[in-house]
């Protein structure tokens, strides 16, 4: 039952993915979450995320920020960066993730879905068919409520790393 909470991978950072190896694995698009997976909630891009999303396209993959932000957010984050939106998304919902696929030209299972949440992101990818890379979230110096939902993640994650669903990429982190 817990499986459908289960990612493919975890990673500490977006930083920390190997997105060569994912390419090289067949993958052609990345559809990544905003907050508290890119930036900090309600943060503008980074230039280093600015700079990943340039090497992620350099690389050959396409991107997609699959948010349940609203447009606006979405466009402020994304003034800098090339990619493609769907915003207002209604996650875990898995036609959203369909659509988002769709709109990249590619079929579901070249799709890898990077997200910070395994109630809204993971379960939304698991039922959609879609791989899945679970990030730990961004939190700022100092802060100390993470919510409730944070609690039940990090139990369900310490199952998660000991069943057979951890690692499906094989070796895809740096």
Not at 35 to 50: M, Q, S
Not at 64 to 92: G, H, M
Not at 143 to 164: D, N, P, T
């Amino acid at each position: 039952m817990l499986e459908q909470y289960y990612p493919y991978e975890y990673a500490d950072s977006v930083f920390d993915i190997d997105y060569v190896k994912l390419y090289s694995l067949g993958y052609r698009a990345i559809l990544f979450d905003i907050d508290n997976t890119l930036v900090h909630h309600n943060d503008d891009a980074t230039p280093e995320i600015e700079e990943l999303f340039r090497e992620i396209h350099s690389i050959g993959l396409k991107t997609l920020l699959l948010s349940n932000n609203d447009e606006a957010r979405v466009k402020r984050f994304i003034r800098n960066i090339d990619t493609q939106y769907l915003c207002d998304a209604d996650k875990p919902n898995p036609e959203a993730y369909w659509r988002a696929a769709e709109l990249l030209g590619v079929g579901k299972k070249e799709a890898i879905v990077i997200g910070d949440q395994m109630f809204t992101d993971i379960l939304g990818a698991n039922n959609a068919g879609m791989p899945s890379i679970l990030v730990h979230y961004i939190t700022v110096p100092g802060e100390k409520w993470i919510g409730a939902k944070r609690y039940i993640e990090k139990a369900v994650l310490r199952l998660h790393r000991k069943s057979r669903y951890s690692h499906r990429f094989g070796k895809i982190l740096k």
